[in-house]
């Protein structure tokens, strides 16, 4: 089945701490995203990557980073410049950067602790 | 489990009924539109999309309106079922040089057996 894998389903992280989330996908999608959601907000967006070897930074990416050497893969590091990282992150890819739907994973919900 | 719903505006119905949910979007270069389906704890699912050139479009027991003169889209879902409890968003891809997926802040439906 195609579809988007995000690991893990839960992360706890201590404060200081850099994290990694991992996103994968089969789909053979060109573009790659990365949001955030807390409670009572939309999907704010963190990262975003259209080509492999390329990103480009959202509206909320600071204390954050992002590589894309493969194109099925897009992992988010949540660094310890990031004061408030709790949160459920999600991560989406679209067939390519025109009018498309875009495809989630399940979510990564990390904690602090 | 997610606790997104709680803050967000809510809709409350009873099974049977039809539901229709809002949204105002904000960028008049916005020329396609998505619905999303969130249940809690998972990612986001699409629901039905239109694009600018449309003012209607129906899927099965969905259907999306669009007003670009008031910058609003409308989401009615007919014969709301349990199921269909969930928070719903719509994006916008805005076009400026690709299209970005941006979203509202989202509507909580509750449907009561």
């Known amino acids: 089945d195609g579809g988007i894998t995000q690991s893990p389903k839960y992360l706890f992280r201590k404060e200081g701490q850099n994290v990694t989330l991992s996103c994968e996908q089969n789909l053979n999608h060109d573009a790659m995203y990365w949001y955030r959601q807390d409670p009572g907000q939309g999907l704010r967006l963190i990262y975003y990557s259209q080509i492999v070897n390329d990103f480009q930074k959202g509206d909320i990416a600071e204390g954050y980073s992002v590589s894309r050497e493969k194109k099925e893969s897009f992992p988010l590091t949540v660094t310890s410049a990031q004061k408030n990282p709790t949160a459920f992150y999600l991560c989406?890819?679209?067939?390519?950067?025109?009018?498309?739907?875009?495809?989630f994973g399940q979510g990564t919900r990390l904690t602090v602790v | 489990g997610e606790s997104v719903g709680l803050h967000l505006p809510t809709l409350s119905v009873q099974e049977g009924d039809n539901s229709i949910i809002n949204c105002a979007y904000s960028n008049s270069a916005s020329d396609y539109f998505i619905w999303y389906k969130q249940e809690s704890g998972k990612g986001p699912q699409f629901i039905i999309d239109i694009r600018s050139n449309m003012d209607k479009r129906q899927g099965q027991r969905v259907t999306v309106l669009l007003n670009k003169t008031v910058k609003h889209l409308s989401l009615q879902i007919a014969a709301t079922q349990p199921g269909d409890s969930a928070v719903y968003f719509c994006a916008e891809n805005i076009k400026g040089g690709s299209y970005i997926p941006t979203f509202g802040r989202g509507t909580s439906l509750i449907v009561h057996p």
């Open positions: 989406a890819s679209t067939r390519d950067r025109e009018r498309t739907e875009a495809f």
